[in-house]
């Protein structure tokens, strides 16, 4: 078993500590997240560990053996392999050439291609990696490339390999493939140091979790004991997490009913009914279906069979205008390009769902349209200086607040939010899950779709569970933990 270890790493620039005192430990056969919000340090630890720079203060030390590397290329010979986020191979050359690149194997003067490409083979196969050693990169994907990187840097039997961000340009099939490589990698006597911000992989993939803030290490955590929770609480210190508050009520009343609603190749057979009040979430990974089922109940998608009931009425061919009349609202998960109107005005953001009840005849009427916005800026604790002021002008979240705002000027019975806390700071998000507690007690119901799976269970009464187009499950968030309801997204069971 091998161990890395920092002891009491400073990294300071003009103005700024970047590492403060950082002492903390990995072991090989295991994969260590390194997480923080922006500017935490976790960018400053991995460069210190690669040799791009070096530390102000401090040791490091492998087996036990203080190291010093005087540039990457020495880091590297000293057994630390960094994959970062920008791929570093040669398009022009061929997968063998780039693993092999400045170690090709020689015949007198001359490379040895025969032995070269069957070296790669050798190193492609041992990793399982399905691609040809004489391929050029320039025709492979991100993907296919991120993984020759893996085989280059494993290639050299490191010590120690750190994944800077790895999945951040991965579609999801892929991100699984990753993950299922990095676990054979386990197998192999290497610590893994894994940097991300996709908080809800850790549970698929990391078994520690490093947490910096500030600089500062703020601790390691198992990932088995661990909660979204706690490793909220250890990134942003101060914020507090709440989860659904115990008065909100789920009446009898059925709101909304859908009977087997089909759209071919979204999704399938889906029926459901919600409640008065009730929220209720949607969980399933990219490309489960969850967005297309949410538009097509709107209207603004079509489908192909199925039956939607509101407070028991059908809809026939339902259409944005006849949901919304219906008591239907939508609040997208692309909020810059379908939710607001980026060159309005934060005033008629918040108006433009509502104008057939603003105007009177084919006439606004300003001090009615005034009166829509404030209320909502009021209720909904907006941050803005006037207005009139361009909705660009606003931070993230208020910009969703605005998107919510608009849909609760047309008094609905039901809200559904897609990804509604996509791209909005850890404090706006649970200011968005408060309105939607708000709107419960209200006896508003909600659907919400989150990719974070972890806001569902904190936020949500009930959750159907979507794979593939159909709803394969549901659970009630006090009795699965993550971790299950991750793996029932992906096709797992529950245990
Ligand atoms: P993270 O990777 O967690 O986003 P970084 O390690 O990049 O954080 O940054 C930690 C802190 O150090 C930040 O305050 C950042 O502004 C500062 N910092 C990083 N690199 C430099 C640099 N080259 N010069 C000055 N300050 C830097």
């Given at each position: 078993m091998s161990v890395l270890e920092t002891r009491n790493i400073v990294k300071t620039y003009p103005g700024t500590i970047?590492?403060?005192?950082v002492s903390v430990s990995f072991e090989s056969g295991k994969v260590h997240a390194l997480v923080g919000k922006n500017g935490s340090g976790k960018s400053t630890l991995v460069k210190i560990f690669s040799g791009a720079i070096e530390p102000t203060r401090g040791e490091i030390l492998i087996d036990g053996v203080r190291m010093n590397f005087s540039d990457p290329r020495d880091a590297f010979a000293k057994g630390i392999a960094t994959v970062y986020q920008e791929l570093s191979l040669v398009?022009?050359?061929?997968v063998a050439e780039n693993i092999l690149i400045g170690r090709l194997p020689m015949r007198g003067r001359f490379v040895d291609w025969k032995k070269t490409f069957a070296i790669a083979d050798e190193l492609l196969k041992e990793m399982n990696v399905?691609?040809?050693?004489?391929?050029?990169?320039?025709?492979?994907?991100v993907w296919q490339c991120q993984m020759v990187e893996i085989v280059k840097a494993m290639s050299f039997r490191p010590k120690v390999l750190q994944l800077d961000e790895?999945?951040?340009?991965?579609a999801q099939h892929e991100i699984q493939a990753l993950f299922k490589m990095i676990r054979e990698l386990k197998k192999k006597d290497v610590v893994i140091i894994y940097v991300t911000h996709?908080?809800?992989?850790l549970w698929q993939i990391a078994d520690t979790c490093t947490v910096l803030r500030d600089g500062c290490l703020i601790g390691t955590i198992p990932m088995q004991e661990a909660t979204h929770k706690d490793i909220i609480k250890m990134m942003f210190g101060d914020v507090e997490i709440h989860t659904r508050p115990h008065d909100l009520k789920v009446e009898d009343d059925v709101v909304l009913e859908v009977k087997d609603l089909t759209r071919k190749n979204?999704?399938?057979n889906i029926s459901f009914r919600l409640k008065k009040g009730e929220i209720l979430g949607i969980a399933g990974?990219?490309?489960?279906g969850r967005t297309e089922l949410l538009k097509s109940i709107f209207g603004a998608d079509p489908f192909d069979s199925g039956e939607i009931y509101i407070n028991g009425q059908r809809i026939f061919s339902p259409s944005p205008v006849k949901m919304k009349k219906a008591g239907l609202a939508l609040t997208s998960e692309d909020r810059k390009h379908e939710?607001?109107?980026?060159?309005?005005s934060i005033k008629d953001n918040l108006c433009i769902a509502s104008l057939d009840l603003i105007a009177k005849g084919a006439f606004i009427q300003k001090h009615r349209e005034n009166e829509f916005a404030q209320r909502q800026v009021n209720e909904l604790n907006i941050k803005v200086?006037?207005?009139?002021?361009?909705?660009?002008?606003?931070s993230g979240g208020n910009q969703q607040k605005v998107v919510v705002g608009n849909w609760l000027n047309t008094n609905p019975k039901v809200i559904f939010f897609d990804e509604?806390?996509?791209?909005?700071?850890v404090k706006a998000k649970q200011q968005i899950f408060q309105i939607i507690w708000e709107q419960s007690r209200k006896g508003v119901s909600s659907i919400m779709v989150s990719s974070e799976l972890e806001e569902l269970l904190e936020v949500c009464h009930r959750i159907l569970i979507m794979r593939e187009g159909r709803i394969v499950g549901e659970i009630k968030p006090e009795e699965v933990k993550i971790e299950e309801l991750y793996s029932l997204c992906m096709g797992g069971e529950k245990n």
């Open positions: 970047a590492l403060n005192d398009p022009g050359l061929t399905d691609i040809p050693p004489d391929e050029v990169v320039y025709n492979l994907s790895p999945t951040s340009a991965l996709r908080l809800h992989e979204k999704f399938e990974m990219l490309g489960s939710g607001l109107n980026q060159i309005a200086s006037d207005i009139r002021d361009s909705v660009s002008s606003l509604p806390s996509r791209g909005i700071d």
